[in-house]
């Protein structure tokens, strides 16, 4: 047939250019392991989309883990997490790279994780009577338990006890014990003071010591008074 | 070992009240990673150590892949938001111009509104001819095979040996289609 000529140079033309743009990304993605996160950032903000990538596989892990105890679902966390890099997206502008990208991104993850817990409390209202029942089932399951010594199980009374706690609080929580963050580091994570950060840490570790001495008695040593 | 297991212990009130520098802090945090009694002991008597180090809830990549397709999604979404938004203005000065050009038809075709022209010569009508559109894609032809011709290892410089290309429709006239397969890429 006349037409199913042989590729010429010019058709091998497309090859080249094809293999520019997928090698010259993967060169791309190689180079970004080397850069650090305030570089990436800075790259993203110049429209580097895959320095942003890198990014974004970089710090999901922490920003799951933070978002995962602040809402207390892991499939939450994850939407969390993928609502926290769109607004990083949208937001690199603002960011400033003489700060560290850290704390930057932890403030998102903060508010927008305490955001999302206030939407879920206020649907758990709407659904009260139901989510009540749940509440009752889930903590005479806890009572039977006498010691959680086991890190899921540990993680799993973290999200039984921590309900009561505001999101600031829960979040100081959090950024302080499970993060290992400075109190002021985390003042400037949620904006705030430092007093204000030992303020919710002090109200937190009451609460989450009057609700373990509520749902597993024993757990906890008491204080003396 | 920095400190040992009674100072760990006596430090765990001043941990437990925000009152340790940072270094101490640490040492105290270090201690416990190593020392499972010092930890026990830690978490029975302090709910900031007994939350410290629960674990147990690795990120898998699997995991990190589809927040990064979520990532992915929604920039996507946005960067089409933000096209249509524009033709979506564009819309919205156009119906303010069809609202204006309407106002002026009307005001011309009423009589009392409009000053009625002097009669004068017949203005020239300009005719437009308007040709029948070519289609939009080729159409192609029935029964004429596609040429799928893979070729393994560009030596050209840009892609590794590992890479095989598939073209179809390699000179034909035709759309040309063309995949570049190569595993060792990590996309």
């Known amino acids: 047939m006349s037409d199913e000529k042989p590729p010429t140079d010019d058709d091998s033309s497309p090859y080249k250019k094809l293999m520019e743009l997928v090698y010259s990304e993967e060169r791309r993605r190689n180079e970004t392991r080397e850069l650090s996160d305030g570089e990436l950032a800075v790259a993203a903000r110049q429209g580097d989309r895959v320095a942003f990538e890198a990014l974004v596989v970089r710090k999901t892990p922490a920003v799951v883990a933070v978002a995962r105890r602040i809402v207390g679902d892991r499939e939450d966390a994850r939407d969390v997490a993928q609502m926290v890099f769109l607004r990083v997206w949208e937001q690199l502008g603002r960011y400033d790279e003489t700060f560290s990208f850290n704390t930057w991104l932890y403030r998102i993850s903060t508010n927008l994780a305490i955001d999302f817990l206030r939407s879920a409390r206020s649907r758990e209202r709407a659904h009260g009577a139901t989510l009540h029942l749940v509440r009752q089932r889930e903590e005479s399951i806890g009572t039977e338990t006498t010691r959680a010594t086991e890190d899921g199980q540990i993680s799993r009374l973290f999200d039984s006890v921590s309900g009561r706690l505001s999101g600031k609080q829960k979040a100081a929580f959090v950024l302080r014990e499970m993060q290992d963050l400075d109190t002021s580091e985390i003042a400037r994570i949620l904006r705030c003071g430092e007093s204000t950060v030992r303020n919710h840490l002090f109200n937190a570790r009451k609460i989450l010591r009057r609700e373990i001495e509520r749902l597993h008695p024993g757990l906890l040593r008491r204080r003396d008074p | ?187």
């Open chain 2, 1 to 187: 070992m920095s400190i040992s297991c009674d100072e760990t212990r006596a430090l765990f009130a001043l941990y437990g009240a925000e009152a340790l520098d940072s270094a101490r802090r640490r040492e105290v945090r270090e201690h416990l990673t190593v020392c499972q009694s010092c930890r026990a002991e830690g978490e029975a008597s302090d709910e900031g150590l007994l939350f410290a180090f629960a674990g147990g809830e690795e990120v898998t990549p699997h995991e990190v892949e589809r927040v990064l397709a979520g990532v992915r999604a929604g920039l996507d979404w946005k960067r089409v938001e933000r096209r249509v938004a524009p033709a979506r203005r564009i819309r919205g000065r156009r119906g303010f111009l069809a609202a204006a050009a309407a106002l002026v038809a009307l005001t011309l075709a009423i009589p009392e509104l409009s000053p009625r022209p002097e009669p004068s010569a017949p203005m020239p009508m300009k005719t437009v001819r308007l040709e029948p559109e070519s289609p939009a894609s080729p159409v192609l032809t029935q029964g004429q095979p596609a040429v799928l011709s893979p070729s393994s290892g560009q030596t050209d410089g840009t892609a590794p040996a590992s890479a095989t290309i598939y073209d179809w429709n390699p000179g034909s006239g035709q759309p040309r289609v063309v995949w570049i397969v190569d595993r060792s890429l990590d996309i």
